[in-house]
């Protein structure tokens, strides 16, 4: 049973649509690589396309962005521009595209289709389900984007759950603030749903076609404790905590509420491509690291709205909507409060290129 | 611009979902013809399927109902028994199947995508936008049914809302119970949209692909001013203008609102088919005629409701939310206090199965 969890839908003050904008800005920064990746290493020639001469692309966790529709038409632009380089072809030989949105299915299509680019030049498609099941025919996908998505775990891992687990992470919502046991038992859960979301790519995107997979990570070696994450990770839990305290909320409900995210490190990454088998790396970039954001004030509150863009929809299956309000208000304060935390933004990003070899 | 008119979203009282049980009994009645002409007509042999042997099936003007699921469920089915039943065909050579559910951009596809069965053997996307214009890649689809959409122009006739203009249909909601100028005019809406709507999916069925319209219509040369479907037209208008002299709705607006539906005979759509030259109509028939419901109690609220269901949308859009409750509320009563009318149901639904030739 794979859970979802739909960032914020509709276009309010507290939506995802109008709090994304961090992830814009990095879109914009891996642009530039992504146009590269297809230059060099999207092989137009041995490439299949539909008998139709139809180029598929997919964003996996596409959510209702503007950042979705940004992304696949900068891919469009790329692979339009390398068809039109070959000299030898003709314009009917252009393909046309076709492009499959998908997200969980809670997540708000109504709103993603109507807010669709009225001048587009594809046809568009919604596809909903978990990428970490299979999503697409067999070979039917030539490009895969995902953005901020593969970082988003199946589930919370079980034994964080079961109080007589070594495992219990009892007053935590990460792993990243937790003990061994915890970080080994969400390590485990991250491996195990790598390998199904590289299985079921596997089977669906064509031979030599590409897969572009933007993902906040860490740096393999360097320890947690003091970084950035992490320690809004503690002030998100801390403030959970006083809730508790104040009787806002039960303190059982608090234990048994994690975050399910986990941050691979690069090397990570290449040990489940090399497991699964079907794909080679083709090339992997750190993005620029965060920068500072303006004044604390202004930090605190793009952090927390941000933060609550993405993650509302989970606080709510745990506790309700009555504590959304208060919870991330007291957030922002926390975050206020602590401005040394502002100093340490250096939260990992990198790009993935990934190519599926013939069999 | 081609305007939408989305059945009534969500799962409530006055939903499509919950309204649509008549056009379930006459989806059962097509069924038997579906499967006959895809046992008879669908040349797989022949059929050119994609690289990957996806088979895909759309269905067009899907609404939100369980009807669209068993619609393609039933056909799926039946495709699959014809792949069964050639005795060469290994089983990895039986096709995989892709459903495309397309309506209207303000259709409600979140709930659509919910209530997908779970256990279905197919992959599933939601495809937005106008059937009177093209919703897929170039000879991609295999099989597409329509049932219950077609009716539905594109928009009301220009010359129907012109006040300076003969054909202008004051003090009338529908063409069936209005002056020869016009039905003219909705009879050019029908056929410019019947050559869009054939001239996209002449581009986007494959060769040998077949096409299913279930199409409520009516038989050519009876004329219409005792249908049951131009008394209920009647009845509603009148209950309009009732509202318009009790003061709640302006009569104006009254005078400027259309029902974009035309009731097309089977002799028009061969025309149309003939005119576009690119599909052979395979087979014709009349589906049964609509027979008695219950009571007149029972029936008044059985047409209420479901009239509500499939045109709230369209009167929201004119009159607002408020006028709703009272609008179809009268309607119920006026059909009690008619019940001459359900002596005359006799509109008339036919199935046409067309065929992609090739070119």
Same mark, same amino acid.
């Given at each position: @049973?794979?859970?979802?969890?739909? %960032?914020?839908?509709?276009?309010?003050?507290?939506?995802?649509?109008?709090?994304?904008?961090?992830? *814009?800005?990095?879109?914009?920064? +891996?642009?530039?690589?992504?146009?590269?990746?297809?230059?060099? *290493?999207?092989?137009?020639?041995?490439?299949?396309?539909?008998?139709?001469?139809?180029?598929?692309?997919?964003?996996?966790?596409?959510?209702?962005?503007?950042?979705?529709?940004?992304?696949?038409?900068?891919?469009?632009?790329?692979?339009?521009? =390398?068809?039109?380089?070959?000299?030898?072809?003709?314009?009917?030989?252009?393909?046309?595209?076709?492009?499959?949105?998908?997200?969980?299915?809670?997540?708000?299509?109504?709103?993603?289709?109507?807010? &669709?680019?009225?001048?587009?030049?594809?046809?568009?498609?919604?596809?909903?389900?978990?990428?970490?099941?299979?999503?697409?025919?067999?070979?039917?996908?030539?490009?895969?984007?995902?953005?901020?998505?593969?970082?988003?775990?199946?589930?919370?891992? *079980?034994?964080?759950?079961? =109080?007589?687990?070594?495992?219990?992470?009892?007053?935590?919502?990460?792993?990243?603030?937790?003990?061994?046991?915890?970080?080994? +038992?969400?390590?485990?859960?991250? +491996?195990?749903? %790598?390998?199904?979301?590289?299985?079921?790519?596997?089977?669906?995107?064509?031979?030599?076609?590409?897969?572009?997979?933007?993902?906040?990570?860490?740096?393999?070696?360097?320890?947690?404790?003091?970084?950035?994450?992490? @320690?809004?990770?503690? &002030?998100?839990?801390?403030?959970?905590?006083?809730?508790?305290? =104040?009787?806002?909320?039960? /303190?059982?409900?608090?234990?048994? #509420?994690?975050?399910?995210?986990?941050?691979?490190?690069?090397?990570?990454?290449?040990?489940?491509?090399?497991?699964?088998?079907?794909?080679?790396?083709?090339? @992997?970039?750190?993005?620029?690291?965060?920068? =500072?954001?303006?004044?604390?004030?202004?930090? +605190?509150?793009?952090?927390?709205?941000?933060?609550?863009?993405? %993650?509302?929809?989970?606080?709510?299956?745990?506790?309700?909507?009555?504590?959304?309000?208060?919870? #991330?208000?007291?957030?922002?304060?926390?975050?206020? /409060?602590?401005?040394?935390?502002?100093?340490? @933004?250096?939260?990992?990003?990198?790009?993935?290129?990934?190519?599926?070899?013939?069999?």
């Amino acid at each position: @049973m794979v859970e979802a969890y739909p %960032m914020k839908g509709g276009d309010g003050p507290n939506s995802y649509a109008k709090n994304s904008s961090y992830q *814009k800005g990095v879109a914009g920064a +891996a642009q530039e690589v992504v146009n590269r990746a297809i230059a060099e *290493k999207l092989d137009i020639d041995n490439i299949t396309l539909s008998n139709s001469n139809t180029f598929s692309i997919a964003d996996l966790g596409c959510s209702v962005g503007p950042n979705t529709f940004s992304a696949v038409g900068n891919i469009i632009e790329a692979v339009q521009l =390398k068809y039109q380089s070959q000299v030898r072809l003709l314009d009917s030989q252009i393909p046309e595209f076709q492009v499959f949105f998908n997200d969980h299915t809670p997540n708000d299509f109504n709103m993603l289709f109507q807010s &669709l680019p009225p001048n587009r030049q594809y046809y568009a498609m919604g596809v909903p389900g978990s990428f970490y099941g299979r999503l697409f025919p067999k070979a039917s996908v030539h490009f895969v984007h995902s953005s901020y998505a593969i970082h988003w775990l199946s589930r919370v891992p *079980k034994q964080v759950l079961d =109080k007589n687990s070594p495992a219990w992470n009892k007053g935590r919502i990460h792993y990243l603030n937790s003990t061994d046991a915890v970080v080994r +038992a969400f390590e485990a859960q991250y +491996a195990e749903d %790598m390998a199904c979301f590289l299985h079921a790519r596997a089977q669906e995107i064509v031979c030599g076609g590409l897969m572009v997979l933007i993902i906040p990570g860490h740096i393999q070696d360097t320890h947690h404790s003091q970084s950035f994450r992490n @320690m809004t990770y503690q &002030l998100l839990g801390s403030c959970l905590m006083d809730l508790a305290r =104040k009787g806002v909320v039960s /303190e059982e409900k608090v234990d048994s #509420f994690n975050i399910p995210i986990y941050y691979m490190s690069p090397q990570e990454l290449e040990a489940s491509v090399e497991r699964n088998g079907c794909f080679s790396i083709e090339g @992997m970039e750190n993005l620029r690291k965060i920068s =500072k954001l303006g004044s604390v004030t202004e930090s +605190a509150q793009l952090i927390a709205s941000h933060g609550r863009a993405v %993650m509302e929809g989970l606080f709510r299956q745990q506790f309700g909507d009555e504590i959304l309000d208060e919870l #991330f208000d007291l957030y922002r304060k926390k975050l206020e /409060e602590n401005p040394s935390i502002f100093e340490s @933004m250096d939260a990992t990003l990198f790009l993935a290129v990934l190519k599926r070899n013939a069999n």
